[in-house]
């Protein structure tokens, strides 16, 4: 058997350090699709359909997407709420798979908010 170099074993870690967070409770984001009626009626299953796909088309292991009933304001659906890990939830108004998509890419990866779409910020 071969013996494991220390940039071997640093590789490993990368690669399996998303997926212990997550099986460990600590995701670095975590990505709520508000799944209600009014929320369903206005396309929040393709919301997130995208936003699975955009997990896994980026080969993510440290993002948790969850599902939640409506926060009261139908008017504004659908809704999404990303919280990061060190700061405050964000919610974003009249999402659509395109929206998501940059929402993720931006938020949810690198960390900018993006103004356009907030509904609330904590």
Known sequence: MAKLTFEDLKQ???KTG???ALRLGRPRATVTV???TCGIAAGAREVMNAL???IADSNRHDIRALAAGCMGQCASEPHV?????????VTYRQMNPDKIRQVYRRHVVQGEVVSDFVLNKA
């Open 52 to 54: 699975m796909a955009e």
């Open 81 to 89: 709420t990303v919280e990061r890990e060190g700061s405050g939830p």
């Open 34 to 36: 508000h799944l209600g």
């Open 12 to 14: 490993i870690k990368e």
């Open 18 to 20: 998303g997926a212990m």
